[in-house]
């Protein structure tokens, strides 16, 4: 009856005897509700945790990328400046073989104009000694 009276005044006993002002079953709803938070934060700080070193690794993932790209990027240019020494090389060899062909063709019609020379004072020479 005591209970009643303090029960109607919103006063309750918990299971220790103790009093209180909220109902034991909403107290221990409160209290597990508590448990759950804790429980809940707990959670969320180890979601927080793999979601820093997802983030990490993401970005270390990012650095390599970069790394790679700004390495492809070089080769890439490399290879261009070495096509393009090629290609100049190419030329300054075609200009070359033009010079020496016509270097061969100056030195044949040399030839040629020597060997008419030689063939004349051949001739005049066997004239000479045939006439003495």
């Not at 597990?32 to 804790?38: D, K, T």
């Not at 990490?56 to 492809?72: G, I, P, R, T, Y």
């Not at 190419?90 to 030839?111: H, P, V």
């Amino acid at each position: 009856m005591a209970q009643a009276a303090l029960g109607a005044a919103g006063l309750h006993f918990d299971e220790l005897n103790k009093l209180r002002v909220l109902e034991p079953a909403a107290a221990q709803q409160t209290g597990q509700l508590r448990e759950e938070c804790g429980a809940f934060l707990d959670k969320i700080v180890e979601f927080q945790k793999i979601v820093g070193s997802l983030i990490e690794l993401v970005d270390q993932l990012a650095k390599a990328a970069e790394s790679e790209k700004m390495k492809a990027i070089g080769a890439r240019n490399l290879l261009k400046s070495i096509a393009k020494q090629r290609e100049a090389q190419e030329q300054q060899l075609q200009a070359l073989i033009a010079e020496k062909k016509m270097q061969l063709e100056r030195y044949r019609i040399e030839y040629e104009t020597l060997c008419k020379i030689e063939a004349d004072q051949n001739e005049f020479i066997d004239q000479f000694i045939f006439q003495k």
